[in-house]
């Protein structure tokens, strides 16, 4: 199949593995286009908290996110600026309490369709690297290139006790993975999507790679999955 602005690359892979920061760095290398799908996820859930709707309702949930304006708005960066209802999705994206809902919230089957057709929309044009849990099973099987990046518990552990303590925030190595393992057996254990590599996904495991190795080995493959066709 070809694409107008190029293949489409999706990354998909556990919580803390790097996909933002690697997809990131890989999309302005290849002059594409990021877009991380769990910001979608966070934003839903952000407004739900706000509305007070309980985070289990798939109807209501997905009813409120047809009722809300998404909108993607270039940016500086290879990753256009989200804004709902007009307003810049930002740093509250990231609050502990909202990671917590997103999570919840993707569960629900009616809320992932939704989110499924939005995504799709937003990258069918190509030229996009597209992070997420399920993009190269569930938005996109005919994506032309897709990863499912891994790395160990531990060594995910220990990168982000890295980033705590350089922060200047406390950071207990056992409880945080403790925590990405639970966070894991969610993610793969839910009925609707679960992380999973693709079967014709290229698995790439970090573990003992330095981000710059595995932006280098992103490209050699995009290289290889583009072919003539670019
Ligand atoms: O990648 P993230 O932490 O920003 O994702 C937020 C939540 O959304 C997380 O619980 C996983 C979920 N998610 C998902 O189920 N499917 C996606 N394609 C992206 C994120």
Do not use: C
């Not at 302005?28 to 934003?43: C, D, K, V």
């Not at 980033?163 to 409880?175: I, N, S, V």
């Amino acid at each position: 199949m070809s694409r107008p602005r190029g293949i489409i690359i999706a990354i998909d892979g556990p919580a803390g593995v790097g996909k933002s920061t690697i997809g990131r760095l890989a999309a302005s290398r290849l002059g594409y286009e990021f877009f991380s799908t769990g910001r979608m996820y966070r934003a839903l859930a952000l407004k739900a908290l706000e509305a007070g709707l309980a985070v289990g309702d798939g109807p209501a949930l997905a009813a409120l996110a047809g009722r809300l304006r998404w909108e993607f708005r270039d940016s500086a960066g290879p990753e256009h600026d989200m804004y709902v209802d007009g307003a810049l999705m930002g740093d509250r994206l990231s609050e502990e309490k909202v990671s917590r809902a997103s999570s919840a919230v993707a569960r629900l089957r009616e809320v992932r369709d939704f989110m499924r057709d939005r995504q799709r929309e937003a990258g069918r044009d190509g030229g996009v690297i597209m992070e997420g849990r399920d993009i190269g099973t569930n938005v996109f099987p005919d994506a032309e290139l897709k990863i499912y990046l891994d790395a160990s518990p531990e060594a995910r552990a220990a990168r982000r006790v890295g980033q705590l303590r350089e922060l200047g925030q406390p950071a207990d190595y056992g409880e945080i993975l403790d925590f990405i393992k639970k966070r894991d057996a969610q993610d793969s254990g839910r009925e609707h999507s679960p992380l999973k590599k693709a079967d014709d996904g290229h698995y790439l495991d970090s573990t003992t790679l330095t981000r710059d190795q595995v932006v280098e080995e992103i490209v050699r493959l995009h290289a290889a999955a583009a072919g003539g066709g670019r």
